[in-house]
């Protein structure tokens, strides 16, 4: 536990504590929009606005939903990319003291007609190209305003044309007509409030008010709505910059990450908002624009998965590519492997860079990342060191005892980031956020991990992926790391498949760096590479090779697509 915090040694000008106000998340980057008045708040494709615009803006659109009757309490889906209407939407929300519902805006249909209506949304923003498949299904839902906006309508100059004719010009824009209205139109609304001076939009939440709903699988699998408060996005943003020793007024942050996920949310805009640093709004990533993004922005702080760094070292045509401007990289969302940080670390290094990837652990249950690698110092294969007034024990899985130092269990978590519970599920809540002797409330991750004597903490895996073969405990993280060690495999995905006698054998799908084929020499340096560092009882049985591997929508790979499609190829050959 935190409690003697021995790690506290390993943080630069770090404090161990902090100080939270009892506010709206809206409230603190009003605040920063006060102190950063002339300050660039974002960055779209070119197409600047200060903080002062920013602010402006947030409360026009928040006259313009209380102007069609959304208030206190009411929930309204963003179901958006990152856009500069996304953002102000989500603080322009929380503002009237209503609750952002972030949903992805790929999702199909029924999954979008189930956010809708678990939330009890009465509103929904999207983009045109989204439009038609929520239109179809709104009768489903209680919203009762389908509110429409385009990628043009954030750009400037010659670019909002451009746009039209080119990637827009087969987006057709649905009719605004009865529960339709465009945002523009919403903004519009406001205006006659803006001289009304008995017109109030601030509705004074607290910090214990429910402000976003994100969702997550959950520690049982099935899909639920994480209900986060203020007070969470709040501290965890001043955590992030307070741990990650970083953050500074007018800095680029690369908002690459998506706004329905937490580290997108809570760190790329968040954090950077209520501290006065530039988000460069990236609404779609490609490999191909990545280099361009880099070279155009100069960020100053990268947060992102291991597949976006994976895709740095893939980038072609850079080596006059100059990272010197550098001040934080950060890493989170999957495991970033030992040779995957080396080799990124390398790349910084090559392009000028003083700083090391920083690997970050959490959930979205707690925003995000709740603990960091430090940034001077590293610890092989250790996910870093609690944030700020962030407790972290490990337990035997299934109890609340405590396991010794060195010891494999359950990681769990206490602090100020803890979510208030999922959305309309008690019994979920119950098993997941418990109360131990200790007073104190725990989140359960369902992950495995231990700590070490430093307070050091190192994540092994989801509990319920561990695989069990011939009464052995097999750790597929462990396997895909000593796998992508190997000079040649670019990723790989370890899985159980059935066996009728070890109950589980050991598959491994691999996908090898571009340009290498899998030949039978290839082939059999992998397996040669697997018998020198896996023990038998661990080692595959097959090796599958892929060109690539079934992501997540937020690109992590998805052992559990795989798992269904070997478990439906067997059920066909039986």
Known sequence: MRQDAPWLNFYDNVPHSLTYPDCSAANLMLEAAEKFTNIVAYDFFGARKTYRELADETRLCARGLKAIGIGAGDRVTICMPNTPQAVVMFYALNLIGAVANMVHPLSAPEEL???MSKSRSVAVLTLDQFAPKLAEVLHRTECKHLILAGIEDGLHGLKKPLYKLTKGRNINRLPTRGEVIR???LLALAEPQVRDATFTVDAKTDGEAVAAIMYSGGTSGASKGILLTNRNLNALAMQTKAAGDCIIPGHKMLAIMPLFHGFGLGVCVHT?????????????????????LLKKYKPHYIPGVPTLFEALLRLQNI????LSQLEGVFCGGDTLTVDLKQRVDK????HGSKEQIREGFGMTECVTASCLTPRTFYKEGSIGIPYPDMYFKIVHPGSQETVPYGEDGEIVISGPTVMKGYDGDDDETAKTLQIHPDGRIWLHTGDLGRMDEDGFVYFRQRIKRMIISSGYNIYPSELENILEQHEYVHISCIIGVPDDYKMQSIKAFIVLRDEIDATDEIKASIIEHCC???????????????????????????YLELEQEELAKRNVSE
């Not at 790349?347 to 090559?350: G, I, S």
């Open 113 to 115: 007609v189930r956010y």
């Open 183 to 185: 945002y523009s139109d």
């Open 272 to 292: 950077a908002l209520i501290h006065g640093a530039t988000c460069v709004l990236v609404p779609q990533f490609s490999i191909e624009t990545y280099a361009k």
């Open 319 to 322: 080596d006059n590519l100059d």
């Open 347 to 350: 790349f910084l290094k090559d």
């Open 532 to 558: 020198r560092n896996i023990a038998k009882y661990a080692m595959p049985r097959e090796f599958e090779y892929r060109t690539e591997l079934p992501r997540t929508m937020i690109g992590k790979v998805s």
